[in-house]
């Protein structure tokens, strides 16, 4: 079948509730796309307005780890988006086949398709339905993100909640503020991105119930199993991280470019970051030892001296000394200074005077009076 003169359908690839994909060939430039159709019963007018929407959102986005959008268009009363054809599998058909994924392979979708998704939140674009169905790997094992708004044409058992009018989206993968009626944002491709991840290492979704409600109030309330409780063999630094992923409040949650650089970088394996060699640490110079104190003579306390009861006069300066001194001892050294004088001077003449008296001339005595006669 040629669609729109040039498109030529070959085999069905899925097919949803809204429309269906097919694998086809571009003949006007000989290359394989995949072409989807919207679904003839269901192409009135608000469904036909929706699907332009998301094919001119999709067709906003080039990145390696995004599917490209090529053509939009009308055909027959149903409209077409033609996008890149991925050689290869989606992630769910992989996990389906292997029952889960080793922490490598995981690490390896969870930075490719973050990439993707940081470059979709540039753009101001919000996902909305993030599971492993929109997964694609080639043959190379690349990962590239798919259906921007438009899951609802990949047949998956575990949609829920995709009619309009209600939340769209699949309710494994709902973040708990979708959860609550509020606006998608980036937080909310992280969270649901943090979930397929969370299955791909487990081989089970972090939250399942029989009711789609049941497990949106497991979203709103229920903390995860951490990984290794179930046995995963999974890097202690991997589990920390997924689990920040699929914390219950949007800002608590990194950003899609933030877990792409962190699991490009192999952080996931707990690996440290080399730091440069610290400098050899300079040996210290022997501290200088301090000089003794000079010598000085040892103080001696004297004992206080009794006050004395006699008043002291001013002293008499004697080579710079100020020296204090009493009234009666000086004048007793006066009158004993003058008896001695005096007694010198009296010896001095009876030893120097002539021999002219005679043997009969009476001695004279200190202490005698001396007349005049």
């Known amino acids: 079948m040629l669609v729109a003169d040039r498109y030529r359908l070959e085999s069905p690839i899925g097919r949803g509730a809204m429309g269906e994909v097919w ?39 080039s990145h390696p780890h995004v599917v490209a959008v090529f053509d939009f268009g009308a055909w027959e009363g149903r409209f077409y988006l033609v996008m890149e054809l991925v050689e290869g599998r989606s992630l769910a058909q992989e996990l389906a086949a292997a029952g889960s994924l080793p922490a490598a392979r995981v690490a390896a979708v969870a930075a490719q398709t973050a990439a ?32 921007f708004g438009i899951a609802r044409f990949v047949d998956d058992p575990a949609a829920a909640l995709t009619q309009a009018g209600q939340i769209v989206g699949t309710s494994l993968y709902l973040a708990p503020e979708r959860a609550l009626g509020q606006p998608a944002g980036p937080g909310s491709d992280v969270y649901s991105l943090g979930c397929v ?101 040892p103080t001696y306390m004297l004992p206080d001296a009794p006050r004395r ?35 010198a001077v009296l010896i001095g003449m009876a030893l120097f005077s002539p021999d002219s008296t005679s043997a009969e001339t009476p001695q004279v005595e200190i202490g005698d009076t001396l007349s005049g006669d």
């Open 197 to 297: 991840l969370y299955q791909l290492l487990t081989g089970r979704p972090p939250f399942h119930a029989d009711t789609a409600t049941a497990i949106l109030y497991q979203h709103i309330d229920t903390p995860p199993v951490p990984p290794l409780r179930l046995g995963v063999d999974v890097p202690p630094a991997f589990e920390n991280y997924l689990l920040g992923m699929l914390a219950k409040q949007p800002e608590e949650r990194p950003s899609a470019q933030e877990v792409a650089d962190w699991f490009a970088s192999g952080a996931w394996q707990g690996r440290t970051q080399s730091l440069p060699a610290p400098a050899p640490a300079p040996v210290p110079s022997p501290a200088p030892v301090p000089a003794p104190p000079p010598a000085t003579a």
């Open 116 to 147: 993707g998704l940081a470059s979709a939140h540039r753009q101001g674009i919000v996902h909305r339905d993030i599971k492993p169905g929109n997964l694609m790997s080639d043959a190379d094992g690349t990962v590239k993100l798919g259906d």
């Open 23 to 61: 694998r086809a060939t571009d003949e006007v430039l000989g290359r394989p796309v995949a072409m989807k159709l919207l679904l003839g019963d269901d192409s009135d007018s608000q469904t036909a307005a929706r699907f332009r929407l998301e094919g001119q959102t999709a067709a906003r986005l």
């Open 309 to 343: 009861s006699r008043r002291a006069v001013p002293a008499t300066r004697t080579g710079g000394a100020r020296q204090f001194v009493s009234r009666r001892p000086r004048v007793a050294s006066l009158i004993a200074g003058s008896v001695a004088f005096f007694a």
